[in-house]
């Protein structure tokens, strides 16, 4: 094959992919379950040998419907997934949310539905609609658990099933932060009452002081784990931005989930995300999850540090900014060695009901990360902020080399693990444009210009690319 043909090829690998300025995912099925990888624990596997990179863009809604009334619009789950099949994207968190009305405003009320447990009887909760019972499961809750796994998984999407919520307790207006949750003694038939202290919050709950919630808690999660244990593409979370008095508690729950999955067909990731607010990035790194999403602390925004495999980090958007990143956080994180998502408002139900263009830089740029991570071989690439001049390079020494230009411009590489001549092109965030560049030659630093302005990647390898073995 002559060199005109294999740029030909290469550019094929990215821009074939390409329709109407985002990607095509073709993947098929998401297989699993996935493990860290032991070969490079920057990454989960799926037992295939390769490393597996998780990108994608999740919102509030996509587990239960959000309104302003206590019977909410249906969120349409087909549609969203749809736009995560045409950005490339792989992951989503599975949102829950504990309360059943709260309010982040003043005077504007909204509504969640459904709940793992049945509201019966004629008594009514405090927001209106009968209380809780919470010895019973709701069936209905746990079919829609499973069907939207199960839908996403056929089109190559890991889930990440939130378990507890934490941010609404603490930030939702008095007194709905506590008046919505059904283990306030006035929203359930049974007796329990999680505000142990009486100040109208209920964090309690997320703490292992009171071993009857407890128990209620653990039946639920046995719940999830028997609904959802056969499937490949599972992964869990205990809790969204609980605070730093439910460290014990969530330490507990994900050695909970481990035992009670041990002796079951399949045993999934465990993940453990910032404590907000007051949390410490320390506190995830020294628990018992196999993976972490920390908080801004250390860089994690702007100038991410190297991942050094000791938690896969799946860094996100939403404990970074709430809603925030761009182009550059996405590919900044992409080479120091994590798995950036997004935390995505998508379609602003109650904003008009469309999908901000100001965030496709970053949803384009996970599904394009995502298509060079299975180009590379990714379980041999590691962090090397030493050989490139602009600090952020991924690279197999010798073999393959991925480097970013935040600013574009010029940038040295050291080769000297290389020998002879090594094949090399550009790509173009902003455009998805891949420019062949000929070749280079191994065995010293050498230079390199970006070919456009702005940011850029170059890639630059020995032999033939991973996507080009079945071409």
């Known amino acids: 094959m002559n060199h005109e043909s294999r740029i030909s090829l290469l550019g094929m690998c990215i821009t074939g992919l390409l329709l109407g300025g985002v990607y095509a995912n073709d993947a098929g099925p998401a297989n699993g379950p996935l493990r860290v990888c032991m070969e490079n624990p920057r990454y989960f596997t799926n037992g295939s040998g390769k490393a597996i990179y998780l990108v994608g863009s999740h919102t509030w809604n996509n587990l239960k419907d959000t309104g ?13 997934l749809d736009m995560l099949v045409r ?59 499973r069907s939207r ?14 378990l507890f919520e934490g941010h609404g307790m603490q930030f939702s207006l008095p007194s709905w932060c506590w008046d919505g949750h059904p283990f306030n003694r006035n ?63 969530q330490y507990h729950m994900i050695n909970y989930i481990r035992e009670y999955e041990k002796d079951k067909p399949k045993q999934h990731s465990i993940g453990m995300t910032f404590q ?16 972490v999403s920390p908080n801004h602390e250390g860089g994690y ?44 408002p998508y379609l602003e139900a109650d904003k008009g009901g469309w999908l901000d263009p100001e965030w496709d830089p970053v949803r384009r740029s996970m599904g394009y990360t995502r298509t060079f991570a299975e180009r590379i071989d990714l379980v041999k690439m590691k962090p090397s902020s030493h050989l490139s001049s602009t600090e952020y390079c991924l690279a197999n020494p010798g073999e393959e080399y991925l480097v970013y230009l935040p600013e574009g411009g010029m940038a040295t590489l050291e080769l000297s693990a290389a020998a002879g001549r090594l094949d090399m092109e550009w790509f173009n965030p902003s455009t998805g444009e891949t420019i062949g560049a000929g070749t280079v030659l191994g065995g010293a630093k050498r230079e390199f210009v970006a070919p456009f302005d702005g940011d850029a990647v170059l890639y630059v390898w020995s032999g033939t690319p991973n996507c080009l073995s079945t071409l």
Do not use: C
């Open 187 to 249: 929203n359930n038939i049974n007796g329990i009452d999680g505000d142990r202290n009486g100040d109208g919050r209920g964090t309690e709950i997320h703490t292992l002081e009171m071993p009857a919630v407890t128990r209620i808690q653990e039946a639920y999660v046995r719940k999830v784990i028997d609904t959802v244990n056969d499937l490949d593409n599972v992964l869990f979370e205990i809790a969204n931005e609980s605070g730093p008095s439910s460290t014990d508690w």
């Open 301 to 344: 925004r702007n100038n991410p540090p190297d991942a050094d495999g000791a938690k896969v980090i799946i860094t996100d958007t939403d404990h970074l900014w709430g809603i925030g990143g761009n182009q550059s956080w996405v590919w900044k994180s992409f080479l120091r060695g994590m798995n950036p998502i997004f935390m995505d």
């Open 87 to 145: 950005f490339n994207h792989n992951f989503i968190r599975l949102w829950t949310w504990e309360l059943a009305k709260y309010s982040y405003a003043e005077n504007q009320f909204r509504y969640k539905t459904p709940f793992p447990w049945p509201r019966t009887g004629s008594v009514t909760a405090l927001d209106g609609s009968p209380r809780f019972d919470l010895n019973r499961f709701d069936q209905a809750y746990f079919h829609r658990l």
């Open 149 to 162: 796994v199960v839908d996403a998984g056929e089109r190559g999407i890991y889930v990440s099933i939130m």
């Open 68 to 80: 302003d009334t206590p019977t909410p619009a249906p969120f349409d789950y087909e549609a969203y």
């Open 276 to 291: 907000y607010r007051g949390g410490s990035n320390s506190t995830l790194f020294e628990s018992p999850a196999d993976w």
